[in-house]
């Protein structure tokens, strides 16, 4: 039954012309008579003939027929089996035809039904031709309004069709950004484990090649040290990877759900970077653990990115400072450091470029924060970050006056001796052609 309703909707001309020969086959017999009956059935064949394009092309076809039908008034004076053929019309015109033809329709409708009452019922009292007359009206607009009817429900059907393809299309394009804005925020979690890590471990590295010949017992520390580097970043790596399978193992389940660092993790992180022998201390201010897990991780990222280009790029003896204020409602978070002893007193500071610096923009555009980065005029580097912070319901309340932040214009410890460091404490030498864009 399906496949028969869908064929007549996607063959309407040959449904037409099958509709046409039915209605012409009881004239057959008439046609092949003789006498005036002849003449009769082949003129009611013709006004059949035009509702083979009642569909295909309902204006042509219904002014065919209204034509072949005004030509009946004239010919006889008598109705025809073939009237039919008006309603049919009719109902075409007014499902399939424009709005101009569907009115018209429906006046040369009335006006075929009053001229053919004065025609047939020429000697009918008025009384009895004002009753056909209105009956015929009716006749008339029956098959009229149900063909507007079924365009009406057939528009409203196509349009919650397209509106269903619409929605679908959105979804899909939202799937899509989402999709991207995912693979972005990897991205970036990915960049700032593996040049953080990875710039630990080349300092590390190279002080552990240095040390091996004076100290084996250094040696050995850094090496601990790189160690447990490694298994921190490949720890992260596996829970941002995680993130881009559909099924766990049992082993990593415990992994993939560890929480992600926050702006309480800090110091560890700070820890951790004195540890691979950069001179670093840190300041804060207020409560960290009140920032809430977004803004905290921004916090983290941004620390980690900073520290990770003061290895990367500074000289050696090289010191580093890390401000965090919890201000209202906001974090303010500045690393700077003096660029070491490679750059000479007075002289600004290289550009620092690269995808840190942009994966730090970045990640502060997603809170509607502020950053400022670059070199500072006695050489170094500074990176000051303002990250807007999720009000809770808890911190939304009055609280006590926030800590001052702290002042930009403190100065810079000074930059050490141009001495070379003692073998006893060796300090990491700086890999110059190691940058983030490699990674």
Not at 173 to 200: G, N, P, T
Not at 252 to 257: H, K, M, N, V
Not at 401 to 424: G, I, K, L, Q, V
Request: charged fraction near 20%.
């Amino acid at each position: 039954m399906r496949t028969w309703t869908a064929w007549t909707r996607t063959h309407p001309f040959e449904v037409d012309v099958i509709l046409t020969i039915v209605l012409v086959l009881p004239l057959v017999p008439f046609a092949l008579g003789e006498g005036g009956s002849r003449i009769d059935a082949a003129y009611q064949m013709l006004i059949f003939l035009p509702l083979a394009w009642r569909r295909t092309a309902p204006v042509a076809s219904f002014a065919a027929v209204a034509a072949l039908l005004a030509g009946q008034l004239v010919i006889t004076d008598v109705p025809y089996y073939a009237d039919v053929a008006l309603l049919l019309s009719l109902y075409a015109i007014a499902a399939h035809g424009p709005l101009w033809a569907r009115r018209a329709g429906l006046g040369v409708g009335f006006l075929g039904a009053l001229l053919s009452t004065l025609d047939w019922y020429r000697d009918s009292p008025e009384s009895s031709a004002v009753a056909t007359v209105v009956m015929m009206c009716l006749v008339v607009l029956a098959p009229w309004s149900f063909g507007a009817y079924l365009r009406t429900r057939r528009e409203y059907v196509a349009g919650l069709e397209e509106r269903a393809r619409q929605l679908e299309r959105d979804a899909a394009q939202q799937a899509q950004i989402a999709a991207a804005a995912e693979r972005a925020r990897i991205a970036r979690e990915m960049h700032d484990v593996v040049a953080h890590s990875l710039s630990v471990i080349v300092v590390q590295a190279d002080g552990a090649l240095y040390a091996s010949r004076t100290r084996p017992e250094v040696a050995a520390e850094t090496l601990e040290t790189i160690s447990q580097t490694s298994r921190q970043s490949l720890a992260e790596m596996r829970r941002l990877l995680g993130l881009l399978r559909e099924e766990v193992d049992d082993g990593d389940e415990a992994t993939l759900r560890a929480p992600m660092p926050t702006a309480a993790d800090v110091p560890t992180l700070i820890q951790q970077v004195r540890d691979s022998g950069l001179d670093v201390r840190l300041e804060s201010h207020g409560d960290l653990g009140r920032v809430d897990t977004a803004s905290g991780l921004t916090v983290y990222r941004v620390v980690q990115e900073a520290l990770t280009n003061t290895l990367k790029h500074a000289g050696p003896g090289v010191r580093a400072r890390v401000q965090l204020a919890v201000a209202g409602d906001h974090v303010l978070v500045r690393v700077e450091d003096d660029g070491g002893r490679s750059v000479p007193a007075g002289a600004p500071a290289a550009q620092r470029g690269g995808h840190g610096i942009r994966g730090i923009r970045e990640r502060i555009a997603i809170h509607a924060g502020t950053v400022d980065a670059g070199p500072l005029t006695g050489g170094g580097f500074r990176v000051e970050a303002h990250v807007p912070m999720q009000q809770s319901p808890i911190q939304q309340s009055p609280a006590a006056p926030n800590p001052p932040a702290p002042s930009p214009a403190e100065p810079t410890p000074p930059a050490p001796s141009p001495a070379e460091p003692s073998p006893a404490e060796p300090r990491p030498v700086r890999q110059a052609p190691y940058d983030s864009e490699q990674l």
